[in-house]
């Protein structure tokens, strides 16, 4: 039977898993997919010393893996916008299908390539682009078809997700976690886009589009990062029985739709809140089928490879090669809702106030929160660190709009006895 070839681009992180997962379960792939896979030609600016490539045309220049009339399906790996989209524009345009993992690629060029891929009659398959091995693309545009889903809430950065965890169970600092986040290669190459968020307002772009059938809205998501978070805040979490969790959310209500990645405090007891270190996963909520939950490794090598090989398989496996999904899960377009601006969502609140040691400090606070008729849930006040003049006063709120609470806390901040920015991060029950 003659095989199906595969040409390669990019031979980082990703791109040495795919072709190790490819040679390792050569068997299995073969079996389960009804036909040879051979990787025929890898593009890769410099060698991998991980990767085993002997009797495989390597070349510096990925546009001649592109232009390969030897390959049949193109795999980007390469990372980075510009040069990934024009690879695969022309792999496309060239009638071969697309396998890639680039987040960033589909979040804000997707429509494009999509597009470009049906007048072609081929596919762009991206599974492993959002949570790595977990196949929660699958997942949404397949196994729960049937729902309507209500809301996702997932932990979809892994180095996020191990900064906070070392935070809070090595009560080690963020710049040390970081730098060992770097060091272990999990952190993208501009390690602003885990901690500030980009990276999971990428992947939530794609998961959100799936899940309602609305276009790729990258520029919609209100996205906060994690830099601005103390060991403090950590601490003071876990003893109001929380823990935080840097979420990306999506949620669909009559008003619209929430598209939100940012801090969260979320009670100790629920699932998420126990993702540690850099794993991942994705809270998905069907009318259907009710609460479900996707867990596993969100990034690594062969991890990631099991979601690229397995978009490959899929495309090698059907006949014709067209597995009838559309490339949004939506043959026509969703429900016409809006994204809604952030100010018009509700939240509870985590406030952190440092505050003059004086008397009648608390009562102002309080009369503050009640002239924005904001209910507050829970309150404690610290004593003052030897020779600090200052306490630090915490307090929980009820349900409230963002506008409302944005208000309270620049009132609450023009107080002559509270001292610097307040901190606020917002509370998620996810009790579905
Ligand atoms: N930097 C990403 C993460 C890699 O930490 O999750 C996987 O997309």
Same mark, same amino acid.
């Given at each position: 039977m003659k095989?199906i070839?595969?040409?390669?681009?990019?031979?980082g992180?990703?791109?040495?898993?795919?072709?190790a997962?490819?040679?390792? *379960?050569r068997?299995?792939i073969?079996k389960?997919s009804?036909?040879?896979?051979?990787?025929?030609?890898?593009?890769?600016?410099r060698?991998n010393?991980?990767?085993d490539?002997?009797?495989i045309?390597?070349?510096?220049?990925i546009f001649e893996v592109? /232009?390969?009339?030897?390959?049949?399906?193109?795999v980007?790996?390469?990372g980075?916008?510009?040069t990934?989209?024009?690879v695969v =524009?022309?792999?496309?345009?060239?009638?071969?299908?697309?396998?890639t993992? *680039?987040?960033a690629?589909?979040?804000?060029?997707g429509?494009?390539?999509f597009?470009a891929? $049906? +007048?072609?009659?081929?596919?762009?398959?991206? $599974?492993?682009?959002?949570a790595?091995?977990?196949?929660?693309i699958?997942?949404l /545009?397949?196994g729960?078809?049937?729902?309507?889903i =209500?809301?996702? &809430?997932?932990i979809?950065?892994?180095t996020?997700n191990?900064?906070?965890?070392?935070?809070?169970?090595?009560?080690?600092?963020?710049?040390?976690?970081? +730098?060992?986040a770097?060091a272990?290669?999990y952190?993208?190459?501009?390690?602003?886009?885990d901690?500030?968020?980009?990276d999971?307002?990428?992947k939530l772009?794609?998961l959100?589009s799936?899940a309602?059938?609305?276009?790729l809205q990258?520029?919609?998501i209100?996205?906060?990062?994690?830099s601005?978070i103390?060991q403090?805040?950590?601490?003071?979490a876990?003893e109001l029985?929380? /823990?935080?969790?840097?979420?990306?959310?999506? #949620?669909?209500?009559?008003?619209?739709?929430? =598209? #939100?990645?940012?801090?969260?405090?979320?009670?100790?007891?629920r =699932?998420?809140?126990?993702v540690?270190?850099?794993?991942?996963a994705v809270?998905?909520?069907g009318?259907?089928?009710? @609460?479900t939950?996707?867990?596993?490794?969100g990034a690594?090598?062969l991890?990631? &490879?099991s +979601?690229?090989?397995?978009d490959?398989m899929?495309l090698?496996?059907?006949?014709n #090669?067209?597995s009838?999904?559309?490339h949004l899960?939506?043959?026509d377009?969703g429900?016409g809702l809006d994204?809604m @601006?952030?100010e018009?969502?509700?939240?509870?609140n985590y406030l952190?106030?440092?505050a003059?040691?004086k008397v009648?400090?608390m009562?102002?606070?309080a009369?503050?929160?009640?002239r924005?008729?904001?209910?507050?849930?829970?309150?404690i006040?610290?004593?003052?660190a030897?020779?600090?003049e200052c306490?630090?006063?915490?307090?929980?709120t009820?349900?409230i709009?963002?506008?409302?609470?944005?208000?309270?806390?620049?009132?609450?901040?023009?107080?002559?006895?509270?001292?610097g920015?307040i901190?606020?991060? /917002?509370?998620e029950?996810?009790?579905?």
């Amino acid at each position: 039977m003659k095989p199906i070839n595969i040409g390669i681009c990019g031979l980082g992180t990703v791109g040495s898993g795919t072709v190790a997962l490819l040679q390792k *379960n050569r068997e299995e792939i073969q079996k389960r997919s009804g036909h040879p896979i051979a990787i025929t030609h890898i593009g890769a600016r410099r060698d991998n010393p991980d990767c085993d490539v002997s009797g495989i045309r390597v070349s510096r220049d990925i546009f001649e893996v592109v /232009r390969d009339p030897n390959v049949d399906i193109l795999v980007e790996l390469l990372g980075g916008i510009d040069t990934a989209k024009d690879v695969v =524009l022309e792999a496309i345009s060239l009638g071969k299908h697309v396998v890639t993992a *680039n987040k960033a690629l589909i979040a804000i060029h997707g429509q494009e390539l999509f597009d470009a891929a $049906e +007048a072609k009659g081929v596919r762009v398959v991206y $599974e492993g682009s959002v949570a790595g091995g977990i196949p929660i693309i699958k997942v949404l /545009r397949e196994g729960l078809a049937a729902n309507r889903i =209500l809301w996702l &809430a997932g932990i979809i950065n892994g180095t996020g997700n191990y900064i906070l965890t070392e935070m809070r169970q090595g009560g080690r600092t963020f710049a040390d976690v970081l +730098a060992e986040a770097q060091a272990l290669g999990y952190a993208e190459a501009d390690p602003a886009f885990d901690v500030e968020g980009t990276d999971a307002a990428h992947k939530l772009t794609i998961l959100a589009s799936i899940a309602f059938g609305i276009p790729l809205q990258f520029d919609k998501i209100y996205t906060e990062g994690i830099s601005h978070i103390t060991q403090a805040d950590v601490s003071f979490a876990e003893e109001l029985g929380y /823990r935080i969790k840097h979420l990306a959310i999506a #949620r669909r209500s009559e008003e619209g739709i929430e =598209l #939100r990645v940012h801090p969260t405090l979320v009670p100790k007891k629920r =699932l998420l809140a126990n993702v540690n270190g850099v794993l991942n996963a994705v809270l998905v909520e069907g009318d259907a089928v009710g @609460p479900t939950l996707y867990y596993g490794p969100g990034a690594g090598s062969l991890a990631t &490879a099991s +979601a690229v090989v397995a978009d490959i398989m899929d495309l090698v496996r059907a006949d014709n #090669r067209h597995s009838g999904v559309p490339h949004l899960g939506y043959a026509d377009s969703g429900y016409g809702l809006d994204i809604m @601006p952030i100010e018009a969502v509700s939240t509870s609140n985590y406030l952190r106030i440092t505050a003059l040691d004086k008397v009648g400090v608390m009562a102002q606070v309080a009369l503050v929160m009640s002239r924005h008729k904001i209910n507050i849930e829970a309150i404690i006040q610290k004593e003052p660190a030897d020779g600090e003049e200052c306490v630090p006063l915490i307090l929980l709120t009820h349900q409230i709009r963002e506008a409302e609470i944005n208000n309270a806390i620049a009132e609450l901040e023009a107080m002559p006895e509270v001292v610097g920015s307040i901190t606020r991060i /917002r509370m998620e029950q996810l009790d579905g």
